[in-house]
């Protein structure tokens, strides 16, 4: 059984950073694609940045020179370290998995099987 849990959420300061932390049991994270989304309130969820299964990581142009995705196979852990921190990156933030190799369609919520509980950033103005 596949599971996800997210850590690391919190509140900072706008131009601030956090690192969010993603655990795997039942998934080896080297194995296909990974994923982070994010859903702030009234809208629908938005993939972040994600990781191919040759290493490729894909970042939505937003993030882009802001956050990274790195996993650690070891720990068997994915992260997000965001930097400059804006209003407009307060979401739920999600932790997402899945056996299929996504190509172009790395950033496609519908595409991912397994998916953690999220963990809330808040960057206030």
């Known amino acids: 059984q596949v599971q996800l849990q997210e850590s690391g959420g919190g509140s900072v300061q706008s131009g601030g950073s956090l690192r969010l932390s993603c655990a795997a049991s039942g998934y080896t994270y080297s194995s296909y694609c990974v994923a982070w989304f994010r859903q702030a309130p009234g809208k629908e969820r938005e993939g972040v940045a994600a990781?191919?299964?040759?290493?490729?990581?894909k970042y939505v142009d937003s993030v882009k020179g802001r956050f990274t995705i790195s996993q650690d196979n070891a720990k068997n852990t994915l992260y997000l370290q965001m930097n400059s921190l804006k209003p407009e990156d307060t979401a739920m933030y999600y932790c997402a998995a899945t056996y299929e190799y996504l190509y172009f369609r790395l950033l496609w919520p519908s595409e991912y099987k397994y998916w953690g509980q999220g963990t809330q950033v808040t960057s206030p103005h």
């Open positions: 990781i191919d299964a040759d290493g490729t990581p």
